[in-house]
């Protein structure tokens, strides 16, 4: 598929790395079809993360995720998913390869700077969650 979602997360927000993470996106190739700045309420990040329920870190991440503004975005390119979640790096920092994003932004396992769609099935649903058609482009 070409498109992913992508969100870049509260802690990379408030650090002031927006500007330096979308600029590695748009160097990799990712074109931005749509983009924005927004809050999520707990609520609107519990649905978000609803496949998580279960896990023990689900309630710390509902918090987390809906602590401060984040950057969404829909992001196109030839095999979007695969190459943007090699982009990200793994979920963990201390895992991560060196060169991406997460090594270089994240904080910890939680706050690991950006999101990344994990399938081309996902990566619509989310596009979904935050855009309009009119909202993309
Ligand atoms: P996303 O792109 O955000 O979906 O990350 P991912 O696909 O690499 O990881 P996953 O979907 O498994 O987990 C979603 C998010 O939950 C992660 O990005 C972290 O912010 C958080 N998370 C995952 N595992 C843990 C954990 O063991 N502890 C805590 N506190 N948070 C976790
Ligand atoms: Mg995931």
Do not use: C, W
Request: charged share 30%; aromatic share 10%.
């Amino acid at each position: 598929g070409k498109k992913t979602f992508t969100m870049i997360k509260p802690d990379a927000f408030g650090a002031g790395n927006a500007g330096a993470i979308i600029k590695i996106i748009e160097e990799a190739g990712f074109r931005i079809e749509a983009a924005k700045l927004t809050k999520l309420s707990a609520e609107r990040a519990g649905q978000f993360y609803e496949v998580h329920k279960e896990r023990p870190f689900y309630k710390d991440l509902v918090a987390y995720m809906s602590s401060g503004p984040i950057i969404a975005m829909v992001l196109e390119k030839e095999n979007a998913v695969e190459d943007f979640r090699k982009l990200i790096g793994a979920t963990n920092p201390a895992e991560a390869e060196e060169g991406t994003i997460r090594k270089q932004f994240a904080t910890s396992i939680e706050a690991n700077a950006i999101h990344g769609s994990d399938s081309d099935e996902n990566a619509a649903i989310e596009a979904g969650f935050f855009f309009s058609a009119t909202e993309r482009f």
